[in-house]
T-cell receptor
Framework: GDSVTQMEGPVTLSEEAFLTINCTYT??????LFWYVQYPGEGLQLLLK?????DKGSNKGFEATYRKETTSFHLEKGSVQVSDSAVYFC??????????????FGKGTKLSVIP | KAGVTQTPRYLIKTRGQQVTLSCSPI?????VSWYQQTPGQGLQFLFE???????NKGNFPGRFSGRQFSNSRSEMNVSTLELGDSALYLC???????????????FGPGTRLTVT
């Protein structure tokens, strides 16, 4: 079945450092790829998405490129802020035979940014 | 537009009891999915409803069930609660129907269920 593997955390960075969170996936077809972020005590927020190979998703300074050849969707940000401290989830979505889509998530990477 | 709302936000139940959680999707969204989040297993898909029909189900025992109403609101029920059912239960709604491309999902804040 489908699966998502993301780098183990926690990750601790100083403010303005460069961020990379690695994500690779296994899927039978051509999934859409997502990054979600979860702040303490809250649900998941969609951060960015990509629907096909070579697509680049971007939002709030975060970027990720859908790499079909390496089955990867790494999250990057050039300069992190304290407010970026959260748990980040990589996910894929594939359509089932019933026309349904379900998200398959990675385990999450906790990011802490210190001033 | 109001986001996905879930009630209650926190719940404490005893082993063997049953519980019902409620989810109101974003207005106009017809698809509602439920996920369980635990520290050990992470985020796992429970089921998805569209137009009052269950379209997809994850690998959970029959004690977990759900339904959707004509106004797209959804409920999930867990019967005969076990300690391992303690989790954050997240509801997500989507604007897409069948065969309409990618399915962005928008999550509610979750219901934190504690089973003692």
């Amino acid at each position: 079945g489908d699966s998502v593997t993301q780098m183990e955390g926690p990750v601790t960075l100083s403010e303005e450092a460069f961020l990379t969170i690695n994500c690779t996936y296994t899927a039978t077809g051509y999934p859409s790829l997502f990054w979600y972020v979860q702040y303490p005590g809250e649900g998941l927020q969609l951060l960015l998405k990509a629907t096909k190979a070579d697509d680049k998703g971007s939002n709030k300074g975060f970027e990720a490129t859908y790499r079909k050849e390496t089955t990867s969707f790494h999250l990057e940000k050039g300069s992190v802020q304290v407010s970026d401290s959260a748990v980040y989830f990589c996910a894929l979505s594939e359509r089932s035979g019933a026309g349904s889509y379900q998200l398959t998530f990675g385990k999450g990477t906790k990011l802490s940014v210190i001033p | 537009k109001a986001g996905v709302t879930q009630t209650p936000r926190y719940l404490i139940k005893t082993r063997g009891q049953q519980v019902t959680l409620s989810c109101s999707p974003i207005s106009g969204h017809r698809s509602v999915s439920w996920y369980q989040q635990t520290p050990g297993q992470g985020l796992q898909f429970l089921f998805e409803y569209f137009s009052e029909t269950q379209r997809n189900k994850g690998n959970f025992p029959g004690r977990f069930s759900g339904r959707q109403f004509s106004n797209s609101r959804s409920e999930m029920n867990v019967s005969t609660l076990e300690l391992g059912d303690s989790a954050l239960y997240l509801c997500a709604s989507s604007p897409r129907g069948a065969g309409q491309g990618i399915d962005e999902q928008y999550f509610g804040p979750g219901t934190r269920l504690t089973v003692t």
